[in-house]
């Protein structure tokens, strides 16, 4: 009963002084809340908790989560420009230019795809994941791709290596 009281007189001088904090903390509950509903495939419930965060503090992450999910539901325009604004708050955010990339490729913008992947391996060179989507746009639409997957390959990806071993060598 004592730690029961202790608790509730702490609970009021939480948010006490503190303004956009409780937005934060606020958001930080709905982002979580939409990764628990990723995983039970709850997609609309998911995009819903990451607008939520977003309205109580925009960030990168949300963002890209929300944009991930319009992805799933073949929502490719949506979950670009969710990436694009992922990307305008955190230039050097890599998975999103990944993202964005694998969106692109779905609405055929295949030199818009490269771009971002490129990009995403400008920032972080050993993204293994940029130089697989990269090579693959690159093999459909004719343009030189081995080289994407043997970094890819030197960078551990081992299904990757078979692929380069059969393609390329």
């Given amino acids: 009963m004592k730690k029961l009281l202790l608790i ?43 607008t939520e965060a977003i309205r109580l503090a925009p960030d990168a992450a949300a963002y890209n989560n929300r944009g991930a999910v319009k992805n799933i539901l073949k929502d490719y325009s949506g979950a670009i420009a969710d990436y694009t604004e992922a990307i305008r708050i955190e230039p050097g955010y890599a998975k999103a230019h990944n993202n964005r990339g694998s969106a692109k490729e779905k609405l055929k913008d295949y030199s818009g795809a ?26 459909s639409t004719g343009l030189p791709y081995c080289s994407d997957y043997k970094m890819a390959c030197d960078l551990g990806l081992e299904i990757v290596c078979e692929w380069y071993h059969e393609q390329c060598k």
């Fill in 114 to 139: 490269i771009a971002d992947f490129t990009e995403a391996i400008r920032i972080e060179p050993g993204y293994a994941k940029a130089y697989v989507n990269r090579a693959i746009i690159k093999e």
């Fill in 8 to 50: 509730l007189l702490c609970v009021p001088m939480i948010g006490v002084g503190q303004g956009s904090n409780n937005n934060s903390i606020l958001s930080a509950v709905y982002y979580n809340k939409g990764l628990k509903k990723v995983e039970l495939q709850d997609y609309s419930g998911a995009i819903a908790d990451y």
